[in-house]
């Protein structure tokens, strides 16, 4: 893995641990400054610093716990910007009348991120809920015999 992708890497789980830490200063400090673009999976598009920014801190006020493993991570880098590719594989509790019970939910995520003087910082996040079951992708399923 070469210097770039390291430090790209690096940069996109500074995101995730962030939000399962819920400060919003280190969430902060991953976004870009200016016209960036978030989009949580259910919502429509946010566009605006400070706009994604109280999105982030509505979502963590109202997350007790939440917790990400991340899988199929793809980094391209053309330029100054870099694209990370996943899958969420997210764990949160939930508040019930019976207490608190775990759950786990599926997501699909792109994260653009771009070259500043201090380091890669986020300027795009579009996450989308995966409502198929496990498995293969329709595309990827194996040929059968006929």
Same mark, same amino acid.
């Given at each position: 893995?070469?210097?770039?992708?390291?430090?790209? &890497?690096? %940069?996109?789980?500074?995101?995730?641990?962030?939000? &399962?830490? #819920?400060?919003?200063?280190?969430?902060?400090?991953? /976004?870009? +400054? $200016?016209? @960036?673009?978030?989009?949580?999976?259910? /919502?429509?598009?946010?566009? #605006?610093?400070?706009?994604?920014?109280?999105?982030?801190?509505?979502?963590? *006020?109202?997350?007790?716990?939440?917790?990400?493993?991340?899988?199929?991570?793809?980094? +391209?880098?053309? #330029?100054? %910007?870099? @694209?990370?590719?996943?899958? &969420?594989?997210?764990?949160?509790?939930? %508040?019930?009348?019976? $207490?608190?019970? #775990? +759950?786990?939910?599926?997501?699909? %995520?792109?994260?653009?991120?771009?070259?500043?003087? $201090?380091? /890669?910082?986020? /300027?795009?996040?579009?996450?989308?809920?995966?409502? *198929?079951?496990? $498995?293969?992708?329709?595309?990827?399923?194996? +040929? &059968?015999?006929?």
């Amino acid at each position: 893995m070469s210097a770039q992708s390291a430090a790209v &890497e690096a %940069a996109n789980a500074e995101l995730y641990a962030a939000f &399962e830490a #819920g400060d919003l200063d280190r969430m902060a400090a991953v /976004w870009a +400054d $200016g016209e @960036v673009v978030c989009v949580h999976p259910g /919502w429509p598009m946010l566009r #605006g610093r400070s706009r994604v920014l109280r999105s982030w801190a509505v979502i963590m *006020a109202n997350t007790p716990y939440i917790q990400f493993f991340l899988t199929d991570l793809r980094i +391209d880098i053309v #330029g100054a %910007a870099a @694209v990370v590719t996943c899958e &969420e594989h997210i764990l949160t509790e939930l %508040a019930t009348d019976a $207490g608190r019970l #775990g +759950d786990t939910q599926r997501a699909v %995520a792109t994260n653009v991120f771009r070259a500043e003087p $201090g380091g /890669w910082r986020l /300027w795009l996040h579009h996450a989308s809920p995966v409502i *198929a079951p496990a $498995g293969p992708a329709p595309d990827e399923a194996p +040929d &059968e015999a006929p």
